[in-house]
Nanobody, 117 residues
Framework: QVHLGESGGGSVQAGGSLRLSCGIFGYTTHCLGWFRQAPGKEREEVATIDSYGSTRYADSEKGRFTISQDNRKSTLYLQMNSLKPEDTAMYYC?????????????WGQGTQVTVSS
């Protein structure tokens, strides 16, 4: 079993930055990722990182967001820069044995990010 807990969300003005954290408790999985869901929209993948350190980003986040892990692989981060109002959403971290299986893996409770114009 893997337990995940997000933190670091909040309210920020457009152009600002936030760093989200996700504490990881339990066994190590091959893939970790960040997803987000805005009201009335489907949950979408933001970024993923696997155990080799390979990262993948959604096109709208490339160059603005950075996913990373600490050396102990006990915390997952998402550094978000140049935030836009359309980034407003609940952000979730997820863990699974394969990056293609994140949607059906382990999930945290989410942390809210609100970006005002």
């Amino acid at each position: 079993q893997v337990h995940l807990g997000e933190s670091g969300g909040g309210s920020v003005q457009a152009g600002g930055s936030l760093r989200l954290s996700c504490g990881i408790f339990g066994y190590t999985t091959h893939c970790l990722g960040w997803f987000r869901q805005a009201p009335g929209k489907e949950r979408e993948e933001v970024a993923t990182i696997d155990s080799y350190g390979s990262t993948r980003y959604a096109d709208s986040e490339k160059g603005r967001f950075t996913i990373s892990q600490d050396n102990r692989k006990s915390t997952l981060y998402l550094q978000m820069n140049s935030l836009k109002p359309e980034d407003t959403a609940m952000y979730y971290c997820a863990a699974a044995g394969a990056c293609g299986s994140l949607r059906t893996g382990f999930w945290g409770q989410g942390t809210q990010v609100t970006v005002s114009s």
